[in-house]
T-cell receptor, first 110, second 114 residues
Framework: SQQGEEDPQALSIQEGENATMNCSYK?????LQWYRQNSGRGLVHLILIRSNEREKHSGRLRVTLDTSKKSSSLLITASRAADTASYFCATDGGNTPLVFGKGTRLSVIA | DTAVSQTPKYLVTQMGNDKSIKCEQNLGHDTMYWYKQDSKKFLKIMFS???????INETVPNRFSPKSPDKAHLNLHINSLELGDSAVYFC?????????????FGEGSRLTVL
């Protein structure tokens, strides 16, 4: 069954702006991961945040996790045209495959 | 070197035919998966294999039969193809199911059933 729900479904911003995507999930998790999918390509892992972590950074990416609200956010700072892609959150409940949300389509306009 | 490779990348076939998609990973991972991505980009787990053993079958019709000859390969055979089988099928691998780590995906195989 579907676990993560990304919000918004689609986001269009200008290059240089920040992009924020949100993910909500239903059941308890061991960790939450974010993936990027360029058009016509496979998914690529971006960042993993464990259930006992609240914030994590990787380059221009910042992920937060609020387990009390069962939600996570992905912030991409100073976006570039190359960031145009679909972004998916995926939850790991432990001993089960990752369950993915429907994704947010990000368009960064140069 | 491609970590997870799947073939073919595109497959166009008629209803009722049987087709196979192959997947290989050179990462030394124990666990491999098949995911199906529909036209709305929703990604759904189909199967999970750990060390050649089937561990997850998510209510997939028995027309779909995965086969893992060794832990580096997980192939997907589909019998009697239906229009609704049209989708992109992704193979993925992870170190092991219990590790809770990242998945490495192949580039996908786009199946179109006419």
């Amino acid at each position: 069954s579907q676990q993560g729900e990304e919000d918004p479904q689609a986001l269009s911003i200008q290059e240089g702006e920040n992009a924020t995507m949100n993910c909500s999930y239903k059941t308890s998790i061991n960790n939450l991961q974010w993936y990027r999918q360029n058009s016509g390509r496979g998914l690529v892992h971006l960042i993993l945040i464990r259930s006992n972590e609240r914030e994590k950074h990787s380059g221009r990416l910042r992920v937060t996790l609020d387990t009390s609200k069962k939600s996570s956010s992905l912030l991409i700072t100073a976006s570039r045209a190359a960031d145009t892609a679909s972004y998916f959150c995926a939850t790991d409940g432990g001993n089960t495959p990752l369950v993915f949300g429907k994704g947010t389509r990000l368009s960064v306009i140069a | 070197d491609t970590a997870v490779s799947q073939t073919p990348k595109y497959l166009v076939t008629q209803m009722g035919n049987d087709k196979s998609i192959k997947c290989e990973q050179n990462l030394g991972h124990d666990t491999m998966y098949w995911y199906k991505q529909d036209s709305k980009k929703f990604l759904k787990i189909m199967f999970s294999y750990n060390n050649k053993e089937l561990i997850i079958n998510e209510t997939v019709p028995n027309r779909f039969s995965p086969k893992s000859p060794d832990k580096a390969h997980l192939n997907l055979h589909i019998n009697s193809l239906e229009l609704g089988d049209s989708a992109v099928y992704f193979c993925a691998s992870s170190r092991d199911l219990l590790a809770g780590g990242e998945l490495f995906f192949g580039e996908g195989s786009r199946l179109t059933v006419l």
